[in-house]
């Protein structure tokens, strides 16, 4: 059986006209302020979720808040895990 010809297709290149060039503006570091938020939400509800744990039955507003003391020490836990993603 006779062997199938080969054809060698030339490398796509866009035409110069479609390549506009885009400005991409560079990110710098995040301000130290994000920074000292982020780590102080974490810790914030890393401290609620303690406080809550040894002296909640002693303090009124978690003592009406019951159960919703976990809701509250981990959604600001997770705020600051949140907010890492945009930090730089």
């Known amino acids: 059986m006779p062997k199938s010809k080969v054809r060698k297709k030339d490398v796509y290149t866009a035409p110069p006209d479609r390549r506009t060039p885009v400005k991409v503006r560079g990110a710098g570091p995040s301000h130290p302020v994000y ?14 979720l303690v406080v809550n744990y040894l002296a ?22 997770i ?3 949140l907010m890492t993603m945009r930090w730089r």
Request: charged share 5%.
């Open 35 to 48: 920074i000292v938020v982020m780590l102080g939400m974490m810790l914030l509800g890393l401290a609620w």
């Open 56 to 77: 909640g039955q002693d303090i009124p507003v978690m003592q009406d808040l019951g159960p919703w003391n976990f809701a509250v020490g981990f959604a600001l836990m």
């Open 79 to 81: 705020t600051g895990l």
